[in-house]
């Protein structure tokens, strides 16, 4: 457990530290006063406002688009499931600045809505609610479908059986089973929205703000240190109180709920309303999911290949190389993030399942979650200012953009690893212990051979966030190496048709990367490996 609490401790709390540090505390002392004052001013309780409602507003929404869906991919068996069922997915490995991309080539200027019927959506709060629950589909299909397919049908037909109604049945038996799993996958949402960065930045214009783009503005454009400081305390705060009221609700769903096999209880579709609720989710899939994808690689084609060729040309403005340079990068800083991701997850969740470790160790597990949270800016600017002395300076180095991205890829080797490590029998491990082997040797023989397949999932998950983190790699990645979701941001902030095909077709060449990789992870996934 060392190696996981320091690796935590130097390249994450370390920089969030320091960068607060450096807005509230000068040579006089600490100015606490300045929270006050930050929190109680007008334009920041607008955006304290608007994170929240919108995030409130993402959640509902989305909750209301999906449940169907994890209906439809528990208890239905249709053709072709299991390759929709990764489609639905691919969103959420997406950087969000693709999304953003997406939504801008479907809703923006020039976009088809704007083509067709002459409707732009940008800068409104509906473009953003929208590439908020196309990001998010697959956390509730998944989370709550999960589980949803394991829950005894008999149940439900018991209640039937005895004079319930069908919305009688569900709303008495069914939904109570599968509150802590909506409540779960409610919160993810909210906490991936109350955050969002790349999708507001893109989309919401110079109208809409959340905490996590006015922290970003604050750092870098308006170099006010000491209100980026307070914001990220209090964003900090309300993921700290999600994150907690999400571990609760994950311990109910473990503990409480006996399961079935998932395999026999989807059936084909019976009766005109099943057929027509499969209908409704496909048709809802093709236009929420499939839609803005096609829109995004049709832009990207507008012209022919004329935007790739581009790609590979330096054109002496935003880059010091070819914009088709951050494709090596980011597979690169991708593959070293994966390795270090995976080991820090693995000793992590190992750790957390040892019948020995104490509420400290258990504890950790929900610090863990926080690097989803916590600004991503703040600790992409902490690492400029806190790894800046010897034996940490780390300023010039490439491997600083490994370590930011495997802080958001470790919270998903963890999730992935937990459910596979925890159905280990402890006794094997005990027997080889007492036949002499060593902890390592008990690991590489015992837990490794039953858990190879969760790690390989593990390893594919942290890839393709690592692949497409944004919000920290933006300060740290170097103009010579940039990655490819800064690459886009960067040709979008750029004006001219040519800029935005560029950054249409290295959007969609991200997409295709990110989608392979969620292929394969769904090849290897098995029941066991639980879900988000």
Not at 277 to 285: H, I, P, Q, Y
Request: net charge positive; hydrophobic share 55%.
């Amino acid at each position: 457990m060392a190696v996981p609490v320091a690796f935590f401790a130097v390249f994450f709390a370390y920089p969030v530290a320091a960068i607060v540090a450096r807005g509230l505390k000068d040579g006089a002392g600490w100015h606490l006063g300045r929270i006050g004052e930050v929190v109680t001013a007008a334009d920041v309780r607008h955006v304290l406002w608007f994170t929240t409602w919108q995030a409130l507003a993402s959640t509902a929404l989305t909750l209301l688009i999906a449940l169907p869906g994890a209906y439809v991919f528990a208890r239905l068996d249709f053709p072709g499931k299991q390759v929709l069922r990764a489609v639905v997915t691919v969103p959420f490995v997406l950087p969000t600045v693709v999304v953003g991309t997406a939504f801008l080539a479907l809703v923006g200027r020039g976009g088809l809505l704007d083509e067709l019927w002459g409707l732009r959506l940008d800068t409104t709060v509906w473009a953003i609610l929208l590439a908020h629950v196309f990001f998010n589909y697959a956390v509730v299909v998944r989370t709550v479908g999960g589980l949803w397919s394991q829950l005894d049908p008999r149940q439900e037909e018991a209640a039937r059986m005895l004079g319930a109604s069908p919305a009688a049945a569900w709303r008495r038996v069914t939904l109570p089973a599968l509150a802590p799993a909506v409540a779960a996958a409610a919160l993810m949402v909210f906490l991936f929205t109350f955050t969002s960065f790349g999708v507001v930045q893109i989309l919401g214009g110079p109208t809409f703000s959340t905490l996590e783009v006015e922290i970003y503005r604050q750092t870098s454009q308006v170099f006010d240190l000491a209100t980026a400081a307070v914001l990220t305390l209090v964003q900090f705060a309300a993921v700290a109180v999600i994150l907690a009221v999400h571990a609760w609700t994950v311990r109910r769903r473990e503990t409480a709920l006996k399961l079935v096999d998932a395999s026999v209880t989807a059936r084909r579709p019976r009766g005109a309303g099943q057929r027509a609720l499969l209908a409704g989710v496909l048709a809802t899939v093709a236009v929420l999911i499939l839609l803005p994808l096609a829109v995004l690689v049709q832009r990207s084609l507008d012209g022919g290949l004329g935007y790739y060729r581009a790609l590979t040309h330096e054109d002496g403005g935003a880059f010091l190389v070819p914009p088709i340079d951050a494709v090596g990068n980011s597979l690169r800083y991708a593959l070293a993030a994966t390795v270090i991701a995976v080991l820090i997850g693995s000793l992590a969740a190992t750790a957390l399942t040892r019948r020995d470790a104490g509420r400290l160790v258990r504890g950790f597990d929900a610090l863990l979650m926080l690097p989803l949270g916590v600004s991503a800016v703040t600790v992409g600017f902490g690492f400029l200012i806190a790894l800046d002395e010897p034996p940490l300076d780390l300023r010039s180095s490439w491997f600083l953009v490994p370590l930011a991205q495997a802080l958001v890829g470790v919270p998903f080797v963890v999730r992935t690893m937990l459910p596979v490590l925890r159905a280990v029998d402890a006794g094997l491990r005990e027997a080889a212990a007492v036949l002499g082997a060593s902890p390592w040797r008990v690991w590489r023989e015992v837990d490794l051979p039953l858990v190879r397949r969760a790690l390989a999932v593990a390893a594919g998950f942290a890839f393709a966030v690592s692949l497409g983190e944004f919000g920290a790699t933006v300060f740290i990645a170097r103009p010579d190496n940039p990655t490819l979701p800064v690459a886009v941001a960067r040709l979008l902030g750029r004006p001219g048709e040519m800029n935005y095909g560029q950054a249409m077709a290295l959007s969609t060449i991200l997409m295709i990367v990110c989608a392979v990789a969620l292929l394969v992870l769904e090849k290897l996934r098995t029941d066991r490996t639980g879900e988000f």
